[in-house]
């Protein structure tokens, strides 16, 4: 599983333009309202609600959008939000795995198949695509707030299945079930996460030229701008030579 490469992990390198910022910032907001309206509004003692705050705090969201982002769970009572997935393929057959955040599921629904039509892709029924993934615990640390042999014997005696760096990140993986436990012992060292989760990671991953990544990229970006899009999961491999200025919008 070391240095695995998925479309999570391609986000985080990218950065975060200031063009796309007010859009990440809307996207953190709706998960961190919907964690605190689904669980408790402290943090400690709501999991869920934890991470996206750890997230929102990483992506330099002032403390006021996150407080009115958990205010909001309580003034709009009525507003629901369903947590959807949503399968299938896109250009060069990549397995996309999405998960979606909306109070609207038919428009939700449509956009995302309209946009995998543009590219020639095909949306598809619940599990044409998720037998390529496994569902596992990730965790990303910038590599500045801990040292590699620090974060490894951490992640090994926590319980992690893997644990690698890279120059700019650590990435701890566990087994789903033991995602909570190991994040509490690394939560005991270091709480600035870059990001932290359940993601749908590929089992096997496909790699492309680069015209035919920067192909599959644009689709990813694609999807990713759309509102009720939390997050996008794809099965490909990013060549070496595909440098970080490549993968900039």
Same mark, same amino acid.
């Given at each position: 599983?070391?240095?695995?490469?998925?479309?999570?992990?391609?986000?985080?390198?990218?950065?975060?333009?200031?063009?796309?910022?007010?859009?990440?910032?809307?996207?953190?907001?709706?998960?961190?309202?919907?964690?605190?309206?689904?669980?408790?509004?402290? =943090?400690?003692?709501? =999991?869920?609600?934890?991470?996206?705050?750890?997230?929102?705090?990483?992506?330099?969201? =002032?403390?006021?959008?996150?407080?009115?982002?958990?205010?909001?769970?309580?003034?709009?009572?009525?507003?629901?939000?369903?947590?959807?997935?949503?399968?299938?393929?896109?250009?060069?057959?990549?397995?996309?795995?999405?998960?979606?955040?909306?109070?609207?599921?038919?428009?939700?629904?449509?956009?995302?198949?309209?946009?995998?039509?543009?590219?020639?892709?095909?949306?598809?029924?619940?599990?044409?695509?998720?037998?390529?993934?496994?569902?596992?615990?990730?965790?990303?640390?910038?590599?500045?707030?801990?040292?590699?042999?620090?974060?490894?014997?951490?992640?090994?005696?926590?319980?992690?299945?893997?644990?690698?760096?890279?120059?700019?990140?650590?990435?701890?993986?566990?087994?789903?079930?033991?995602?909570?436990?190991?994040?509490?012992?690394?939560?005991?060292?270091?709480?600035?996460?870059?990001?932290?989760?359940?993601?749908?990671? =590929?089992?096997?991953?496909?790699?492309?030229?680069?015209?035919?990544?920067?192909?599959?990229?644009?689709?990813?970006?694609?999807?990713?701008?759309?509102?009720?899009?939390?997050?996008?999961?794809?099965?490909?491999?990013?060549?070496?030579?595909?440098?970080?200025?490549?993968?900039?919008?």
């Amino acid at each position: 599983m070391a240095g695995h490469s998925h479309w999570a992990g391609i986000k985080h390198r990218k950065g975060r333009a200031d063009k796309l910022r007010s859009k990440i910032f809307s996207k953190l907001s709706k998960e961190i309202t919907v964690a605190a309206k689904l669980g408790s509004k402290d =943090p400690e003692i709501n =999991p869920r609600l934890r991470s996206a705050i750890q997230e929102a705090r990483s992506s330099n969201m =002032p403390k006021d959008n996150i407080e009115r982002a958990i205010n909001k769970s309580e003034v709009n009572k009525n507003l629901n939000y369903s947590s959807l997935v949503y399968e299938g393929f896109g250009p060069e057959k990549i397995a996309i795995i999405i998960e979606a955040l909306t109070d609207n599921k038919n428009r939700t629904a449509s956009n995302i198949r309209t946009i995998f039509q543009k590219f020639g892709g095909n949306l598809g029924e619940t599990g044409v695509a998720s037998h390529q993934f496994k569902q596992l615990g990730v965790i990303r640390i910038e590599k500045k707030k801990i040292s590699e042999n620090e974060i490894l014997e951490l992640a090994i005696n926590a319980g992690a299945e893997d644990c690698s760096s890279s120059s700019l990140l650590h990435e701890i993986i566990t087994a789903k079930k033991n995602f909570y436990k190991v994040k509490l012992e690394i939560e005991k060292k270091t709480q600035d996460f870059i990001s932290s989760g359940i993601e749908w990671v =590929p089992i096997n991953k496909v790699l492309l030229n680069s015209e035919k990544t920067k192909s599959v990229l644009n689709f990813l970006e694609t999807l990713e701008e759309d509102d009720d899009v939390q997050h996008v999961y794809a099965n490909l491999e990013v060549n070496n030579n595909y440098t970080k200025t490549n993968l900039i919008t």
